[in-house]
Structure formats: C-alpha cells, structure tokens
C-alpha cells in the first residue's frame, strides 16, 4: 500500500472529523515535492476531488467543502490532514488521497481509503 488513509468513522450531521493520509516507505522521499489531493466517492458516485495541497502549501477545495473543511500536510511525517468539520449527510463517502495533477492522472496506486459515514 503506498497511500494509507485513516480516521473515518460514523459520526453525527454537524459533528467533526480529522482524516490522515501517510505515504509509504517506498515512495516517501518523493512526497514533498508533489502536489497531494483528498477525493472521495460517495456511494454509487465516481470518485470527486475534494481539496488539494500544493508542494509549497497552498489550498483549494470543492465549492461544496469551502468554509467547512481544512487540509493540512507534515512533510518530515509524509502526511497529508483533512479536517472536516460541520459535517453534512452528503458528506458520506469513502476518502482518498493521492497525488493532484491538472491533467487528472495520478501518480501513486490508490488505496483501500477510510469511510466516512454522516448521520442525519
């Protein structure tokens, strides 16, 4: 596994939630220099980005996460954060990281991601 997301779990409409993503070994000494994206993939959706990180630290997110959820990186602990606060129903889905490129390709494998399950 070369991305590993934690953090997940059932929690309440309104509620928080802080999201983790490490880098393996194997590809850590070439994760500071890459741009890092969280994604999602709501039930019966495909997968949508949700918020990037650039290498130097800048952020974006999805106008349906603005004012609502903060992504963060340690570079000396290969992680990348996704604090979700205010937590919406619509907000269910299964959460993954991997690199962010404009062009839509990615660099590393995806992994098995964390669920995220909102209670209304």
């Known amino acids: 596994v070369q991305l590993q997301a934690s953090g997940g779990g059932l929690v309440q409409a309104g509620g928080s939630l802080r999201l983790s993503c490490v880098a393996s070994?194997?590809?850590?000494?070439?994760?500071?220099?890459?741009?890092m994206g969280w994604y999602r993939q709501p039930p019966g959706k495909e997968r949508e980005l949700v918020a990037v990180i650039t290498s130097g630290g800048d952020t974006t997110y999805a106008d349906s996460v603005k004012g609502r959820f903060t992504v963060s990186r340690d570079n000396a602990k290969k992680r990348v954060y996704l604090q979700m606060n205010s937590l919406k129903p619509e907000d269910t889905a299964v959460y993954y990281c991997?690199?962010?490129?404009?062009?839509?390709?990615?660099?590393?494998?995806w992994g098995q991601g964390t669920q995220v399950t909102v209670s209304s």
């Open positions: 070994r194997s590809i850590s000494s070439v994760f500071n220099p890459k741009n």
């Open positions: 991997n690199t962010y490129s404009a062009s839509g390709t990615y660099d590393w494998r």
